[in-house]
């Protein structure tokens, strides 16, 4: 298996099917190439947080992570929603069940979801984007410049134009 997906032939099968192979509802590629960096839905999570941030006056790391994964302890995103509670009309364990579905496409249709951005648009005075460019720096002992997601995310559009060139172009390349 290992010899396989270290192939050239693996590497461009296993990464599409990374790439695509979950439900995601972004308006272009971009937030795709972005969630290959930085884990499924963390676009659509980091406007999310983006979206708590302005409803309740926390600045946030605008990650994509919205608990603290393996821990029961609410994270810094959840402790700033908990701040919004009263006005959402829910309780500390309805939010924290709400944002553990932050890994999978339901999140978007929860109460939770559509609260904030309801509460964030209004005091806003305009409609948020529901994906945005995580803010994660890129790091290894191998990187010598700063590098984001976001950069990540960017080169793949700029370098193929769109989603359909990237795997033509992979692919005419290896054939």
Request: charged fraction near 20%; aromatic fraction near 10%.
């Amino acid at each position: 298996m290992r010899q396989e997906v270290f192939s050239l032939r693996g590497g461009l099968w296993f990464g599409t099917y990374h790439l695509l192979n979950y439900p995601a509802s972004y308006s272009e590629p971009l937030y795709r190439f972005a969630d290959f960096n930085a884990g499924w839905y963390a676009s659509r999570n980091a406007a999310f947080q983006s979206a708590v941030s302005r409803a309740s006056g926390v600045k946030l790391a605008l990650d994509g992570d919205l608990i603290a994964y393996g821990s029961s302890k609410a994270g810094t995103t959840e402790l700033a929603v908990r701040k919004l509670s009263t006005t959402l009309g829910m309780s500390d364990s309805d939010i924290r069940r709400q944002l553990e579905k932050g890994d999978s496409l339901a999140f978007e249709k929860t109460d939770l979801y559509n609260k904030v951005f309801a509460l964030a648009e209004k005091k806003s005075g305009k409609a948020l984007p529901r994906a945005i460019l995580p803010g994660i720096q890129l790091e290894s002992p191998k990187i010598t410049r700063n590098l984001t997601t976001a950069w990540f995310a960017q080169t793949r559009r700029r370098s193929s134009g769109s989603l359909h060139g990237t795997l033509m172009a992979t692919t005419q390349a290896y054939d």
